[in-house]
Every structure is written in structure tokens, then in C-alpha cells.
Nanobody, 122 residues
Framework: QVQLVESGGGLVQPGGSLRLSCAASGFALDYYAIGWFRQAPGKEREGVSCISSSDGSTYYADSVKGRFTISRDNAKNTVYLQMNSLKPEDTAVYYC???????????????WGKGTLVTVSS
């Protein structure tokens, strides 16, 4: 059974940091590009960052560039999203996604996790 399980969300003050993890089971993560998406209340799901399956190349949405870092540990079948300098507008449910094509477009996703909530508030 293919599963992606996110963890690491929570409440953090503006300017703080969180590290999200995405653990895969039921398939080998290194065959897929992995993306992080987020959905804030009342808004559409948007792509945040993705990392390729092959050479580790990465891509970031402009809204998080310079603040977020995506990485993967294929031996642990896990992908991480380090989020620094968090802002209230980063508040959302964060989803990890496995994709055969490296993309920040939701329709390109093959498998979704169930999400983890990140709340940035003082």
C-alpha cells in the first residue's frame, strides 16, 4: 500500500522555524520527484517546493525562496522541508506529493499525503 505520511507541523511564532518530514512506505521514494504543496483556508492548493528523483535539483515558489529548503534522504525514504523565517501567510496545511514529473502543479501529482498543519501566529 502506497503511503506518504507528513509530520513536524505545529504552532510557531513569526520568524520561527519548523522542519517537516515526509515518510514514504509501499514504494521506493527515489523513483519519484517529491513536491511540497500547501493549502490555506479558502485558498487553492499551491506548490511550494519540489526535488527531483535523479540529480537532486530543486525548485521553489517565489514566496518561499531563500526561506525554505527541501532535501531528501533516499536511504530513509524520507523528504524534508526546512522552513525558516516563517510568516503568518505561511499558515496552511502542508502536503507532500510524489510525482513522476517534477512539478509544482497539483494535477501532476501521483500520490498525496494527508497533510500536516502549520500555524504561524504570535
Amino acid at each position: 500500500q502506497v503511503q506518504l505520511v507528513e509530520s513536524g507541523g505545529g504552532l510557531v511564532q513569526p520568524g520561527g522555524s519548523l522542519r517537516l518530514s515526509c515518510a514514504a512506505s509501499g514504494f521506493a521514494l527515489d523513483y519519484y520527484a517529491i513536491g511540497w504543496f500547501r493549502q490555506a483556508p479558502g485558498k487553492e492548493r499551491e506548490g511550494v517546493s519540489c526535488i527531483s528523483s535523479s540529480d537532486g535539483s530543486t525548485y521553489y515558489a517565489d514566496s518561499v525562496k531563500g526561506r525554505f529548503t527541501i532535501s531528501r534522504d533516499n536511504a530513509k525514504n524520507t523528504v524534508y522541508l526546512q522552513m525558516n523565517s516563517l510568516k503568518p501567510e505561511d499558515t496552511a496545511v502542508y502536503y507532500c506529493a510524489a510525482e513522476l514529473i517534477m512539478s509544482l502543479i497539483a494535477r501532476d501529482v501521483d500520490y498525496w499525503g494527508k497533510g500536516t498543519l502549520v500555524t504561524v501566529s504570535s
